[in-house]
Nanobody, 125 residues
């Protein structure tokens, strides 16, 4: 089992940057493939990025490719989402998630086993 808590959300200007952190407790983070998702109230949760257990492989949604970077620090049980060139349409609640059984980088929410509480990101224009 693992508990996930997101940090780093806030209000930023369009074109700015923000780094989100997801701290894990319980089992060591290397056990899991990790992902970031985002959700606007009333809409479906949307895939943002995923990273393999080793950190050697990553996957991104087309909407954020080239602007966002997912990374992980297994020694400190933390996964990050560096968000650059932010746009107003990036505004959402961002969630980190852990996948304990995956062998590929999954993009659908129901394939992940554990979730953080979410952190709000708001991008002004």
């Amino acid at each position: 089992q693992v508990l996930l808590v997101e940090f780093g959300g806030g209000l930023v200007q369009a074109g700015g940057s923000l780094r989100l952190s997801c701290a894990a407790s319980g089992r060591t983070l290397i056990t899991y493939m990790m992902g970031w998702f985002r959700q606007v109230p009333g809409e479906e949760r949307e895939f943002v990025a995923a990273i393999s257990r080793s950190g050697l492989s990553t996957r991104y949604a087309d909407s954020v490719k080239g602007r966002f970077t997912i990374s992980r620090d297994n020694a400190n049980n933390t996964v990050y989402l560096q968000m650059d060139s932010l746009k107003p349409e990036d505004t959402a609640i961002y969630y980190c998630a852990a996948d304990s059984t995956g062998v590929v980088l999954r993009t659908t929410p129901w394939e992940y086993d554990y979730w953080g509480q979410g952190t709000q990101v708001t991008v002004s224009s």
